[in-house]
C-alpha cells in the first residue's frame, strides 16, 4: 500500500479508501438480501463492520470477500439475536414514544422524562455495541454494560462519534445518491475509526494501570525482603 505524504499519496489513499468503501457496500447489500434481510441485515452489518475494523488495524490488503463470508457465517447466529435483541428494544422505545398516555398531571411528565432518558441511552449505545461486539469476545450482557459505560465514561468521545454521523446525514441528505454506494460502509467505516480509537486509549490505560500495579507489589516484596534480610541481620548481631 502507497503511504505517501504528498498530494499523490493523500489521492491515492483517498481512491483507495472509496473503492474499498463501494465494494463493503456492495457486499452488504447484497448478504442482506442473501439472507432475507430480516436474517441477513444483521450478520451482513456486523461482518462490515469487522472489516472495516480490519481495514483501520493497517491490514488494508486483507481479501475483503472472503473475510467478509468468514465474518457473516461464523456470527450469523449471535448477530441475529444481537441485532433482534436491539428491534426489539428499540420497538418498544418507539411504541411507547408515540402511543404510550397516562391520566394525571405529575405521572406524565416523569414519565416522559425517564422514557426520553431510557431513548437516550438507547441511542448512544447503539454507537459502541457493534464494534464491541467485533472486537471483543464477550457476553451478550457484557456488550451491552460496556457500551453504556464507554459513553459515560468518554463524554468527549462520544459527542465527537455523534457529530461526525450527523455530518455524515447531512452529506446524504444533500447528496442522497451517496446512500446507495456508500451509505452504510461510510457510516460503519467512520463509527469503526471513532470507536476503535477508544477501544486502544481503554486498553492501553488499563496496561499502564496493571504495571503500576505490579511495580507497587514488586517494590512491597522487595521492601519485605529487606526488612526480613535486616531482622535476620539483627538477631546474628
Known amino acids: 500500500m502507497l503511504n505517501g505524504t504528498g498530494f499523490m499519496g493523500k489521492f491515492y489513499k483517498f481512491g483507495e479508501i472509496s473503492i474499498f ?9 447484497c ?11 444483521g450478520p451482513s452489518t456486523v461482518a462490515m463492520y469487522g472489516v472495516c475494523r480490519k481495514y483501520l488495524m493497517s491490514e488494508s490488503d486483507i481479501p475483503v470477500f472472503k473475510t467478509f463470508w468468514n465474518l457473516y457465517r461464523t456470527d450469523f447466529l449471535k448477530s441475529n439475536f444481537l441485532f433482534w435483541i436491539l428491534f426489539g428494544l428499540g420497538y418498544i422505545l418507539y411504541i411507547n414514544l408515540n402511543f404510550f398516555t397516562v391520566d394525571g398531571e405529575w405521572i ?13 441511552i438507547y441511542s448512544i449505545m447503539l454507537i459502541y455495541i457493534i464494534p464491541l461486539f467485533v472486537h471483543y469476545n464477550n457476553s451478550f450482557f457484557s456488550y451491552f454494560k460496556n457500551a453504556i459505560l464507554i459513553s459515560i465514561y468518554h463524554p468527549i468521545r462520544t459527542i465527537y462519534a455523534i457529530a461526525v454521523l450527523l455530518t455524515i446525514y447531512h452529506i446524504f441528505y444533500f447528496y442522497p445518491v451517496l446512500i446507495i454506494f456508500v451509505g452504510p460502509s461510510l457510516f460503519s467505516f467512520i463509527l469503526m475509526y471513532v470507536t476503535y480509537r477508544t477501544f486502544l486509549g481503554i486498553e492501553a ?8 500495579a505490579e511495580e507497587k507489589e514488586l517494590g512491597k516484596e522487595k521492601e519485605k525482603s529487606q526488612q526480613n534480610i535486616e531482622e535476620v541481620n539483627g538477631q546474628h548481631v
Open 21 to 29: 468503501l463501494v465494494y463493503v457496500n456492495f457486499l452488504w447489500i
Open 31 to 41: 448478504f442482506s438480501l442473501l439472507g432475507l434481510i430480516v436474517f441477513g441485515l
Open 108 to 120: 406524565p411528565l416523569i414519565s416522559t422524562i425517564l422514557l426520553l432518558l431510557t431513548t437516550l
Open 205 to 212: 490505560k488499563r496496561e499502564r494501570l496493571q504495571e503500576e
